[in-house]
């Protein structure tokens, strides 16, 4: 069983820029959630997609969207990228609809805007 | 004032120690929670979770929850250098899977 996996590892960009960021979920997962982790604090949710509608945001704004695919693997797009977007972007991936069920991270991909 | 508070740490302690791990939070709507641990360049895993007011033991690892105080902890027995790593409390409200996480704890066992 193939785990959650993200593309790129690394990323540098400059500021104004646009990024796009891949997921692929873990087998048999519908529903994939998205965190920044700015250094030294905790994940902070972005938002969610389960069977390619979102299904709920935190407290970001719009220029960060998302997708995603039927076959679940999904997209985090930020456009007009600022310097405090330099974070860890965490993928997480989870089956099963709005129950418990418990999220598999990837090792997420580090973003530097310079 | 964040929804959950996490003392950043870091916490050492030698081999063999119990560690223990606390958070606290505000919002009393939370109903489950999670400890995750994230090693260095990884993603967090998740370690316990539990949703009633109680204790819940796996192996080496209790995790308490006290709703009326809004306080959850996390103890981990006879800890390894293994262990070594940042700790992450998160809980969530009844329905979906949005994690609101703390801070994170560094934890360094040393041998």
């Known amino acids: 069983e193939t785990g959650v996996t993200q593309s790129p590892t690394h990323l540098i960009k400059t500021r104004g820029q646009q990024v796009t960021l891949r997921c692929s979920s873990q087998?048999?997962?519908?529903?994939v959630s998205w965190y920044q982790q700015a250094l030294g604090q905790g994940p902070q949710f972005i938002f969610q997609y389960y069977r390619e509608e979102e299904n709920g945001r935190g407290n970001f704004p719009p220029r960060f969207s998302g997708l995603q695919f039927p076959n679940y693997s999904s997209e985090l797009n930020v456009n007009a990228l600022e310097l405090d977007d330099s974070a860890l972007y965490l993928c997480a991936s989870s089956s099963g609809d709005f129950s418990y069920n418990e999220q598999f991270f990837g090792p997420g991909t580090r973003l530097t805007v310079l | 004032q964040k929804e959950v508070e996490q003392d950043p740490g870091p916490l050492s302690v030698p081999e063999g120690a119990i560690v223990s791990l606390n958070c606290t939070y505000s919002n009393s709507a939370f109903q489950y929670f999670m400890w995750y641990r994230q090693y260095s360049r990884k993603g967090p895993e998740l370690l316990m979770y539990?949703?009633?007011?109680g204790n819940k033991e796996d192996g080496r690892f209790t995790a308490q929850v006290d709703k009326s105080s809004k306080y959850i902890s996390l103890f981990i027995r006879d800890s390894q250098p293994s262990d070594s790593a940042t700790y992450l409390c998160a809980m969530r409200y009844g329905a979906g899977n949005m994690l609101t996480f703390g801070g994170g704890t560094r934890l360094m066992v040393k041998p």
């Open positions: 539990t949703y009633s007011s």
């Open positions: 087998s048999g997962h519908n529903t």
